[in-house]
């Protein structure tokens, strides 16, 4: 399956303090998903992208897909304690059926 | 609307035994995965399927077994319990390649 690598792998802020974890691959992707965990809980999707250079927006969290399609960013500005969980982005690219996710970000946002 | 329902939520087994995690969809889905997450490994494929009939493996399949009979389940057989195989397991469905998926609430497995 396609591997995506995902940094960092752990990240703590301040409430009120911006976050971004980024999504790497070697090769070409054809779409992003990111989903959110909470501790204890399982994965909710997001948000998709497939256009390179993509940009989409919900509340505070933004979403890139970079423009050769081999990277993609989430950044949430000005962090509040209920962002707090792990984030993964993952991508179904290629001729495999498969949705491949990455190792995922673990944010603590401290109060 | 249900979504995607596992069945049991939490599983102590020994070491040989076997038995099956259940999963259910009532959103009329095609694809549906299972996925076991470990710490600090994120989610790994183990078996996934694309249609009733139909299911294919993905990154860790040894020790699992799926199978496909109608759209809406999905079970995931384990045949020789290990210790190796203590993790949460999540049952996944989607409307097609490349959408979002939605998962289960999980199954917590401890072999020992």
């Known amino acids: 399956g396609q591997q995506v690598m995902q940094i960092p792998q752990y990240q703590h802020v301040q409430e009120g303090e911006d976050f971004t974890t980024y999504c790497n691959s070697s090769?070409?992707?054809?779409?992003i998903q990111w989903y959110k965990q909470r501790p204890g809980g399982h994965p909710v999707f997001l948000i998709q992208?497939?256009?390179?250079?993509e940009v989409k927006k919900q509340k505070r969290l933004t979403f890139q897909f970079g423009e050769a399609k081999k990277n993609s960013s989430l950044h949430i500005t000005a962090t509040q304690t209920t962002d707090v969980g792990t984030y993964f982005c993952s991508s179904s690219s290629g001729s495999a059926r498969q949705l491949t996710f990455g190792s995922g970000t673990q944010l603590t946002v401290l109060p | 609307n249900a979504g995607v329902t596992q069945t049991p939520k939490f599983q102590v087994l020994k070491t040989g035994q076997s038995m099956t995690l259940q999963c259910a969809q009532d959103?009329?889905?095609?694809?549906m995965s299972w996925y076991r997450q470990d710490p600090g490994m994120g989610l790994r494929l183990i078996h996934y399927s694309v249609g009733a009939g139909i299911t294919d493996q993905g990154e860790v399949p040894n020790g699992y077994n799926v199978s496909r009979s109608t759209t809406e389940d999905f079970p995931l057989r384990l045949l020789s319990a290990a210790p190796s195989q203590t993790s949460v397991y999540f049952c996944?469905?989607?409307?097609?390649?490349?959408?979002?998926?939605?998962f289960g609430s999980g199954t917590r497995l401890t072999v020992v």
């Open positions: 992208l497939v256009k390179s250079g």
């Open positions: 959103m009329n889905h095609e694809y």
């Open positions: 996944a469905s989607s409307q097609g390649f490349a959408r979002g998926y939605t």
């Open positions: 090769t070409t992707l054809s779409n």
